[in-house]
């Protein structure tokens, strides 16, 4: 049974091959743009205010309860080192799900919902020299605006989020 | 998935664990020199019932070990074999031997060649002094029935033993084929047993002369393989439902007597379509006509059933805390009726709590062997008298305290029990008791060790304990204090390390695991006269009582059962220490204040404990320590929910839990914020004078005085 669904889960993400049609979720961090796959992402919320967790990184901004599961929260502005976000009720928290993991992504507001063929992601500048950028997963131009889509389980600490990528792959 | 196969494998496996768990009791009963005749019995049946089922699944070592120990239960129950406590070791072992076998074949691995060689021949040898001659009992009970043609020829060893159901259709015969040609070459593949079916054959007004009403039933014992036996039927493939299952290593006649009395033929005797996996499956648990009074369900169900009352407390708790605003007077129902939700829904948890409890006894059944291993290894004498066996715990309790437990009674014969001319120096008994024992108290499970050794020798403790750095030479400590240094990382007091008691990973690592259970340790040792470890253990880990304070705007939990007063210390109840760390009298002694806002990071919350509370709790060992609060919310009983689930452990938190209004809230873990204090003392001990800082503790205390 685990096999079929690891399985499954392969076949979605083979799907990624030239020629396919990708959705995004696109939101803002300040000026910018970033985007994950729709696919990972299960709910966005408004902003509530989360219990800090105590000796954690910045970014992490504690946790809120999702229906009677405990869900980490992680500001992306702090992630980015731009700052820390002051929450209000126009932020949201996209919820994304990381194999077996759930966790929020704290960003200044969803923008739109992109449709991407692959061959027009672009790669980014230096990616392989620079190991920081290793979240990117690539570049797209929409109504020329650059919009980074990203892998969230490259974001936040790997230790804290560990073999997803291998589990992935 | 759908492999029906599998699912009677999960059903094998599932028996395996009951018959193992019987078969271990009954041999316990057996050793305690309890030789009834029923309780051989069991016994036999357990391994019997594990044989039939491994058979079916093909499980040859298993089959091949089983039987071994089989006919050697076999003798004993008969009479043919007088038991004696020397052959009580053999089965004993026997039963690891086959418990690892049945752990091995559920994983699927593979087992070493040499596994349980010894056991079986030690088990050999014992049947080899019955002066029974095999051959004789075979013959004895070999079945004879009209309709079987037995053929007994000469059987080679290391062959293999071949369950055939041949049944042609009706066409047959059209086809010019002869079953008795087929059946004639089969015999002379090996041993042969026939058994024919009638069971099919119509009324003679309805019978057609040229149908194929018969079918056949075949045991084979043969060196050939399958490949060989299918080449017989090959003609008729395509003309009858052929069924070839291997049913292992043929070993010994008798193996084959039982088996065609209780285990292969068995189903075929009511059962016409007896090979059909459910009915082998059936077979697994020969006899069990009366209908259960209890049902199996996986984990999982539970544990949704779990989670759902959780949320449903949860719900609860909001609604309350909602309720409590309104005025009685304006909404009596609605007030009553909140009410009796609480309560029912209090009910409710405990019965779903009850499911998932299970008595100690699966655990405690694991300890006479080993003391007998450890008695014999050491050349001890020891005996262990158990009590509260039936004693409930949740099932994540009986899986986890396995380990530490057995660790403990280890301690207890190795280090504890004194050799038995000591000890009849002594003027005890040169056999040492152990008492284990379980019951409830307050809501908790407590399991107490308890023997009559030499207790724990405090100067030899202490001598270690300051030769290994974990306390300074000239420190004064309480014998209370010495007693828990066995409980320090790195500390172990046999002179020579043993493969019995391990190389000092010991006493830190089991009480590490009972409080991750949310359990306590505490010894009680007196010298020449024994110890006693008593364990306290939640009775569930899903839900606590917990007292909800205030740590400025966070709320935290803190487990009820710690908790012995809190207070608001007046400022000549207040003290500093040289390190900066406060202290307060509580209860003629001194006690640490601990500054959780520090260790939690919370810069609103009251510092000075002259304002806010002291909430005094009982950490490890016994130790009293005095929490800094803002206030005290609440009592009430919350869920406990992981962090780790999608997120990390976090230093100082055992876990989360959700309040009536929907937050999230941390609870405190007492023994790491016990360590974590004293690290902080540690830090600030290895930081030299110019650069210590002034702790805000110390800024208190000052201000105070």
Same mark, same amino acid.
């Not at chain 2, 108290?441 to 050794?453: C, N, Q, S, T």
């Not at chain 2, 000239?474 to 172990?492: H, K, R, T, Y």
């Given at each position: 049974m685990t096999n079929q669904e690891t399985n499954g889960q392969e076949t979605h993400d083979t799907s990624s091959q030239?020629?396919?049609?990708?959705? @995004?979720?696109?939101?803002?961090?300040?000026?910018?743009? @970033?985007?994950?796959?729709?696919?990972?992402?299960?709910?966005?919320?408004g902003w509530i205010p989360t219990t800090s967790l105590p000796n954690s990184p910045d970014y992490m901004r504690g946790v809120i309860n999702m229906r009677g599961v405990i869900v980490p929260?992680?500001?992306? /502005?702090?992630?980015?080192?731009?700052?820390?976000?002051?929450?209000?009720?126009?932020?949201?928290?996209?919820?994304?799900?990381?194999?077996? /993991?759930?966790?929020?992504?704290?960003?200044?507001?969803v923008s739109d919902i992109?449709?991407?063929?692959?061959?027009?992601i672009l790669s980014v500048p230096d990616k392989d020299v620079n190991p920081e950028y290793a979240f990117m997963e690539g570049l797209v131009s929409v109504e020329d605006k650059m919009v980074a889509i990203i892998k969230p389980r490259m974001l936040f600490d790997i230790n804290l989020i560990p073999d997803l990528d291998a589990a992935a792959a | 998935m759908s492999d029906p196969m599998e699912q009677f494998k999960v059903i094998f496996f599932d028996e395996c664990t009951d018959l193992l768990t019987s078969l271990e009791e009954g041999l316990m009963q057996l050793q305690a020199g309890d030789c009834d005749e029923e309780v051989v019995h069991s016994v036999f049946r357990a391994v019997h019932s594990i044989k039939g089922g491994a058979g079916a699944f093909g499980f040859d070592r298993l089959v091949a070990f089983a039987h071994i120990q089989e006919t050697l239960l076999d003798d004993i129950r008969s009479g043919a074999l007088e038991m004696d406590p020397a052959y009580m070791t053999v089965l004993l072992q026997a039963y690891d031997i086959l418990s *690892?076998?049945?752990?091995?074949?559920?994983?699927?691995?593979?087992?070493? &060649? =040499?596994?349980?060689?010894?056991?079986?021949?030690?088990? +050999?040898?014992?049947?080899?002094?019955?002066?029974v001659p095999l051959a004789e009992k075979s013959t004895a009970a070999t079945p004879k029935e009209p309709d079987t043609d037995v053929d007994t020829g000469s059987v080679e060893k290391n062959t293999r033993i071949f369950k055939i159901s041949f049944k042609p259709y009706e066409e047959l015969f059209q086809r010019a084929n002869e079953p008795i040609l087929l059946i004639k070459e089969l015999g002379t593949l090996g041993d042969l047993t026939v058994k024919l079916n009638v069971s099919d054959v119509p009324d003679i007004e309805e019978m057609e002369a040229e149908h194929a009403y018969f079918s056949w039933e075949f045991r084979l014992i043969t060196e050939y393989d399958e490949a060989a036996i299918r080449e017989v039927f090959e003609f008729v493939e395509d003309d009858c439902d052929l069924l070839i299952t291997d049913h292992g290593v043929y070993l010994s006649p008798e193996a084959f007597v039982e088996d065609a009395q209780a285990g292969l033929f068995e189903d075929i005797e009511d059962e016409p379509d007896a090979l059909k996996p459910q009915k082998t499956a059936k077979a697994v648990k020969p006899g069990e006509a009366v209908v259960s009074q209890s049902i199996r369900v996986e984990l999982d169900k539970v544990d949704t059933l779990v989670n759902m009352v959780g949320e449903?407390?949860?719900?609860?708790?909001?609604?309350? =805390?909602?309720?409590?605003?309104?005025?009685?007077?304006?909404?009596? #129902?609605?007030?009553?009726? !909140?009410?009796?939700?609480?309560?029912?829904?209090?009910?409710?948890?405990?019965?779903?709590?009850?499911?998932?409890?299970?008595?100690v006894k699966s655990v405690f059944s694991r300890m006479p062997r080993l003391v007998r291993e450890l008695t014999a290894t050491l050349g001890k004498k020891a005996r262990l008298v158990m009590s509260g066996e039936e004693t409930e715990v949740d099932k994540t309790v009986t899986e986890r305290i396995g380990d530490p437990l057995m660790h403990m009674i280890r301690n207890s014969v190795d280090h504890g029990l004194e050799m038995p001319d000591v000890r009849a120096k002594a003027g005890k008994n040169e056999e040492g008791i152990i008492n284990l024992s379980a019951f409830h108290?307050?809501?908790?499970?407590? !399991? *107490? !060790? *308890?023997? &009559?050794?030499a207790g724990i020798n405090k100067a030899v403790v202490l001598e270690k304990a !300051?030769? %290994?750095?974990?306390?300074?030479? &000239?420190? #004064?400590?309480?014998? =209370? *204090?010495? #007693? %828990?240094?066995?409980?320090?990382?790195?500390?172990?007091?046999? +002179?020579?390390?043993? %493969?019995?008691?391990?190389?000092?990973?010991?006493?830190?690592?089991?009480?590490k695991n009972i409080q991750s259970l949310g359990g306590r340790i505490s010894i009680r040792s007196e010298e020449g006269k024994g110890s006693r470890f008593t364990m306290s253990l939640p009775l569930t880990l899903a839900v606590m009582d917990g007292m909800?304070?205030?740590?400025?705007? =966070? +709320?935290?939990?803190?487990?009820?059962? %710690?908790?012995?007063?809190?207070?608001?210390?007046?400022?000549e109840d207040v003290n500093s220490l040289p390190d900066g760390r406060n202290v307060m009298m509580f209860r003629g002694e001194y006690i640490l204040l601990v500054p959780l806002y520090d260790l939690y990071d919370i810069d609103d919350a009251i510092q000075n404990p002259c304002e806010g509370l002291v909430v005094v709790v009982e950490g490890d060992g016994g130790v009293l320590m005095g929490f800094i609060v803002d206030d005290l919310v609440n009592q009430q009983q919350v869920v406990i929910k992981s962090l780790e689930s999608n997120y990390a452990l976090v230093e100082g938190v055992s876990g989360a839990t959700i309040l009536g209004n929907g937050r999230v809230s941390l609870i405190v873990d007492i023994s790491t914020i016990q360590d974590m204090s004293a690290n902080q003392l540690r830090e600030f001990q290895s930081a030299s004078p110019e650069t210590r800082k002034i702790s805000p503790q110390a800024q208190i205390s000052a201000e105070i005085h």
């Open positions: 030239k020629g396919d049609i990708k959705q @995004y979720i696109s939101f803002n961090v300040g000026q910018e743009l @970033y985007a994950v796959e729709i696919t990972t992402v299960r709910e966005i919320k929260v992680f500001d992306l /502005r702090t992630r980015f080192n731009r700052g820390h976000t002051e929450p209000g009720k126009s932020h949201v928290v996209i919820i994304v799900k990381l194999g077996e /993991r759930t966790i929020g992504i704290l960003v200044d507001a992109l449709t991407i063929p692959q061959e027009d | *690892e076998l049945v752990g091995a074949a559920q994983r699927g691995e593979e087992v070493a &060649d =040499e596994l349980g060689d010894d056991v079986a021949k030690a088990m +050999k040898a014992i049947l080899d002094q019955t002066g449903l407390v949860i719900t609860q708790a909001m609604l309350r =805390e909602q309720g409590g605003e309104l005025l009685v007077e304006q909404y009596p #129902n609605l007030v009553q009726g !909140i009410e009796d939700l609480s309560r029912h829904i209090r009910d409710l948890q405990d019965c779903v709590m009850a499911i998932r409890a299970q008595p108290r307050g809501g908790r499970i407590f !399991i *107490e !060790i *308890e023997d &009559d050794g !300051i030769a %290994n750095g974990l306390v300074s030479p &000239d420190a #004064n400590l309480s014998d =209370e *204090e010495i #007693n %828990n240094l066995i409980f320090m990382p790195g500390f172990s007091t046999a +002179k020579s390390v043993t %493969n019995v008691s391990g190389r000092g990973v010991g006493m830190d690592v089991v009480r909800v304070v205030d740590i400025g705007s =966070e +709320k935290y939990v803190l487990p009820l059962v %710690n908790i012995i007063q809190t207070l608001r210390p007046g400022k």
